[in-house]
């Protein structure tokens, strides 16, 4: 009886898209609806964004939620008390919204679930930004999946969800006059002041991204025509175009990974030739579900090795050789590259991820938590479960990781992966005029060659920080205590 006409509203949070959008649909096939956002602060593990790089970010998707949803109402404080107050001044019976997974935001919705209800108001949450919720994949024994090639067997062989339409004929309602000024108090997105300002570091950010469902959308489309055909080879390649760089439009859900899973498959169906492309570039959308499964059943992921052996590990003290690396100066040009990448637009290509990680954890010997917290401070696709496994998977110290004793060789690396230095050259400039031979190491270069290319080691570019060779030792050494507690004597 109420079901045919009722006023409910739609919380939006890291669902900051119209299509494919579960809470919004059913909302919309009730009634008028009242759609908002709710900036949350001093709740940490629960807020919207990661960090500094993330802030600007959400303020551009916001942006365009309210472009195409202009009845979008901003609000910043607790969700319980927003929720509640705007639910007693317009009469909606019910809140939606779309489920989150970080294990802080799954206590903080329990509260406001009950609270909620304690009030008579309805609450219905619904499944929106994973292919499989961490709770629904067991393994033969009932237990959650430690490894991730069973994990994505059992996950792929699902039938997903088909994504939803984008609901048309939208019912908002209207607030009057003398209700809106007795509502909660709307906030205006400029008076957040999400963007860095002194320096804008972020100025040039709208050249490489754009943010909402809209840039999502085009992104993908860009990446299904001209990357996909060549991802499994390419996907190691930073010097490439070759990956989606979809992962910030997914954390921040202005796309789902169903309408990822959606149209490829269509990609590869009409052109069988990209089937191993595609089921590749599905499995790393299975890593992103591997690393939420893994935080949801290992609430710590981010604060503690999943291996507690690591727990013995002797990391070192060293502000100055961690400033060096997160300013790109450590004199290893894939790892500054990478480093500089990262701070100039916020995002970093995975491979180098992996080496500038290693570089940190097994080089400089500096523990994992310290590169994790400058990773969520500066990449736009910050994601606590992505980072936290990524680190841990670097480190060794996590769930099915490579292992530690494998000690990533930066020269090595940028010469497979970068053969012909493009990448370094983007990114180290001052390093451009060494050739092909010679950029990946210039610490190896004769110091002739350096000068006709313009390099003074020390000046124009850094001597390395460490010895590749006593690092990996050093590194070892430490890897003996994890192994056995005794080999420190
Ligand atoms: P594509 O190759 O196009 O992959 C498609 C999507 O799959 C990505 O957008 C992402 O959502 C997902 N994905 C791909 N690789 C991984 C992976 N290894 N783990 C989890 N999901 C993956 N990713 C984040 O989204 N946020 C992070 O904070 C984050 N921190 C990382 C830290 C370290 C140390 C490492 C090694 C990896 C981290 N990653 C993180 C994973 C990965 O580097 C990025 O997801 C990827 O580089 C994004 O680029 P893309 O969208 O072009 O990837």
């Not at 390093?431 to 092909?436: I, N, P």
Request: aromatic content about 12%; glycine content about 6%.
């Amino acid at each position: 009886m109420g079901e045919s006409c009722m006023n409910s509203i739609v919380w939006f949070r890291q669902d900051l898209r119209l299509c494919d959008n579960p809470a919004l649909v059913h909302a919309a096939s009730l009634g008028p609806i009242i759609p908002v956002f709710i900036l949350e602060e001093n709740s940490p593990g629960t807020h919207s964004f990661s960090g500094t790089a993330q802030a600007w970010w959400l303020h551009h998707s916001l942006q365009a939620l309210s472009s195409d949803l202009p009845e979008l109402r901003l609000f910043r404080g607790r969700p319980e008390e927003i929720l509640s107050e705007l639910a007693k001044k317009t009469g909606a019976n019910a809140v939606f919204w779309n489920r989150r997974y970080e294990p802080v935001a799954i206590e903080r919705d329990k509260k406001t679930k009950t609270l909620l209800c304690d009030h008579g108001i309805e609450v219905q949450s619904f499944a929106a930004s994973l292919l499989a919720e961490p709770w629904t994949i067991k393994n033969g024994s009932g237990l959650p999946f430690k490894v991730f090639t069973p994990y994505w067997r059992s996950v792929r062989g699902r039938r997903f969800q088909p994504p939803l339409p984008r609901p048309d004929n939208l019912r908002i309602y209207n607030f009057p006059h003398d209700t809106r000024s007795s509502a909660p108090t709307p906030s205006r997105l400029e008076d957040w002041q999400l963007c860095p300002r002194n320096p804008d570091w972020a100025e040039n950010w709208l050249d490489h991204w754009t943010p909402g469902e809209a840039g999502a959308f085009a992104r993908l489309d860009h990446f299904i025509n001209a990357g996909l055909r060549g991802y499994a080879a390419l996907r190691d390649r930073p010097d490439r175009p070759n990956t989606s760089r979809l992962s910030a439009h997914l954390h921040f859900g202005e796309i789902s990974p169903m309408q990822i899973a959606h149209v490829t498959a269509f990609a590869s169906q009409t052109d069988p030739l990209l089937e191993e492309d595609a089921a590749k570039f599905m499995s790393e959308i299975g890593w992103r579900e591997f690393a939420h499964h893994l935080h949801f059943h290992f609430p710590d992921l981010d604060k503690k090795n999943w291996k507690t052996t690591f727990d013995r590990y002797p990391w070192n003290k060293d502000d100055e050789a961690l400033n060096a690396w997160k300013k790109g100066l450590t004199g290893y040009p894939i790892v500054d590259a990478g480093m500089r990448e990262l701070w100039q637009t916020g995002f970093m290509h995975n491979r180098v991820r992996m080496v500038a990680a290693s570089f940190l954890i097994k080089h400089l010997r500096i523990d994992w938590r310290e590169g994790a917290r400058w990773f969520l401070e500066t990449l736009l696709d910050a994601d606590l479960a992505n980072n936290s496994a990524g680190w841990q998977w670097v480190a060794g110290s996590g769930a099915d990781a490579s292992p530690y004793f494998r000690i990533f060789n930066p020269t090595t690396q940028a010469r497979k992966f970068d053969p012909e230095g493009t990448y370094i050259r983007k990114w180290c400039p001052e390093l451009s005029d060494l050739d092909g031979a010679s950029i990946h190491a210039p610490f190896e270069v004769p110091l002739d060659a350096l000068a006709r290319a313009g390099v003074v080691l020390g000046r124009t570019y850094p001597v390395p920080i460490v010895d590749h060779r006593e690092a990996r030792k050093s590194a070892l050494d430490g890897y003996a205590l994890v192994k056995d507690p005794a080999a420190g004597g």
